[in-house]
């Protein structure tokens, strides 16, 4: 059902986990009025928050979190009892990555435990929202069970549970958080419904009221659909570059002209934000998709039904990497060269590297016998510390990379990679060789500059 906003009620809120979603979510709430505590474990990501650094990267995030803390709307703290205790709402927005294809939920009940003992000797009402991607069932099972053992009061006896999935994508983070598409609400009673919308009541999107299950499964549903999306077309990118003549590029814009994907004249808005997830490239990472369709799968299985759809998509992404090492190796004998690669995070405009296509192109690469020389311009300082990338030598910026190898691998299409300029690969390399992972370089102004490219799913096999 759609609820329409009531009117603005400024709460307090306390946020267990400053990740991504906590710490972006707890300070866009401040910056709405709502006055936050953040908590987490790590006593040095606190200290970091309560002096107005984020320890993560997202755009607009420093300038808005050191504008919440200089105002006195937000800290930050290790004592979750007490910051629940002086709340009137708990976000939980710890990690639930999934270990061995399950969602692994002990991130998740630790910190329902810790709301219970809290609770146990909270006065008033309290509404506990899990932010958290969890598999249906979650938040009425082993959540519920955690607060009620913890508190020793039955869910309704003073407090309300309900699962607020959160639909922020990294990289835009704060932009989608500030202007959300659509805010789910899946409640155990219309009460903590009706308590917890007050968080949001200034928020003028569409609003669904759902049971927790429901929301649970919608955003799962949401990343899988997108993930779909990105695997149909790696796996028609790869077939139209097996058939010579075709142009998967102008097959992509053939596609997105549809008026349901593009308005047509006269009509608002031009292709729907969706045709970014119809282009092939090195397929999804990060901390979301992967994990999700791999816990949605086995989620399936649990409950008696086949997952062939999620299993394909699951396997033609974990090959699409590779094929930039095997487009490679069709030009060039990897073994003791050095290969630059571009672009270590998942995507542009975040500095997360989990489940980076990166990560098994440099596995790979290595395996060959290849150096390699990386750059990012956000996320080395995180790649340097990960056991993945300890053979591998860092750029100070991308020109350095360039001039020192003998081929590049564009992997993440940062905007500073977008405007390097066809000549500036001729000048810098000695011998300009470039495997274009996104679809970034125009094939024709490569060629004219004397660049070989190769682009991942958009070169016919024959070449
Ligand atoms: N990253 C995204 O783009 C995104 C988007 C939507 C939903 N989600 C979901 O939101 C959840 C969080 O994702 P994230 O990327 O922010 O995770 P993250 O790993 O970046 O952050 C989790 C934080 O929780 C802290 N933590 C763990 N246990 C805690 C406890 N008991 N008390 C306090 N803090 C604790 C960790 O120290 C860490 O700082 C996951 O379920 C994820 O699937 C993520």
């Not at 990555?97 to 009940?109: A, E, H, K, N």
């Not at 994990?291 to 033609?316: C, H, N, P, W, Y």
């Not at 993945?388 to 590049?408: G, I, Q, T, Y």
Request: net charge neutral.
């Amino acid at each position: 059902m759609n609820v329409s906003a009531s009117h603005k009620v400024t709460m307090k809120i306390s946020v267990m986990g400053t990740g991504y979603v906590g710490l972006v979510s707890g300070t866009c709430l401040a910056e709405r009025g709502h006055l936050v505590t953040c908590i987490d474990i790590r006593s040095e990501v606190v200290q970091e928050i309560n002096a107005g650094r984020p320890p993560i990267h997202e755009i607009g995030l420093a300038n808005l979190l050191r504008s919440v803390c200089d105002k006195g709307m937000l800290s930050a703290t290790t004592d979750a009892k007490t910051a629940i205790l002086d709340s009137d709402v708990t976000l939980i927005c710890v990690g639930t990555p999934t270990v061995d294809g399950r969602m692994d939920m002990s991130q998740i009940v630790a910190a329902a435990k810790e709301v219970g003992s809290a609770l146990a000797s909270k006065r008033g009402y309290h509404v506990v929202a899990v932010k958290s991607t969890v598999l249906p069932g979650t938040t009425e099972g082993p959540v519920k069970a955690a607060i009620e053992s913890h508190s020793g009061k039955k869910v309704g006896d003073g407090w309300g549970l309900c699962m607020n999935p959160e639909f922020l994508r990294e990289g835009r983070a704060v932009e989608d958080f500030r202007v959300p598409d659509r805010i789910v609400v899946g409640a155990t009673d219309s009460l903590t419904a009706e308590v917890f919308l007050k968080v949001y009541a200034d928020f003028t999107c569409p609003k669904l009221v759902t049971t927790p299950r429901t929301a649970e499964m919608i955003k799962y549903v949401s990343n899988s659909l997108l993930a779909t999306m990105i695997s149909f077309s790696n796996e028609i990118g790869n077939m139209c570059s097996a058939v010579p003549g075709v142009d998967a590029r102008l097959v992509w814009k053939g596609v997105h002209l549809d008026r349901r994907l593009t308005p047509i004249n006269g009509q608002v808005g031009g292709a729907a934000g969706v045709t970014e997830y119809l282009w092939h490239g090195l397929g999804f990472g990060g901390s979301c998709f992967p994990k999700d369709v791999a816990a949605l799968r086995s989620f399936g299985r649990t409950v008696g039904e086949q997952t062939r759809m999620l299993d394909a998509v699951l396997d033609i992404n974990a090959d699409q990497p590779l094929r930039m090492v095997a487009l490679l190796e069709k030009e060039l004998n990897l073994a003791g060269k050095t290969v630059a690669v571009l672009g270590l995070a998942f995507k542009p405009g975040t500095d997360d590297l989990r489940e980076s296509p990166a990560l098994p192109l440099v596995a790979e690469l290595r395996k060959k016998g290849a150096k390699v020389l990386a750059h990012d311009p956000i996320a080395m300082p995180h790649a340097k510390k990960r056991p993945e990338f300890r053979d591998v030598v860092f750029a100070e910026d991308w020109a350095e990379a360039l001039r020192k190898s003998d081929a590049c691998c564009l992997v993440t299409a940062w905007p500073e990679y977008r405007n390097i300029q066809p000549t500036d690969f001729s000048k810098l390399m000695t011998s300009a060789l470039v495997i274009d992972g996104r679809g970034v370089f125009e094939p024709a102004s490569m060629a004219a500059a004397g660049v070989v490219w190769r682009g991942v799913g958009f070169t016919p096999v024959s070449t």
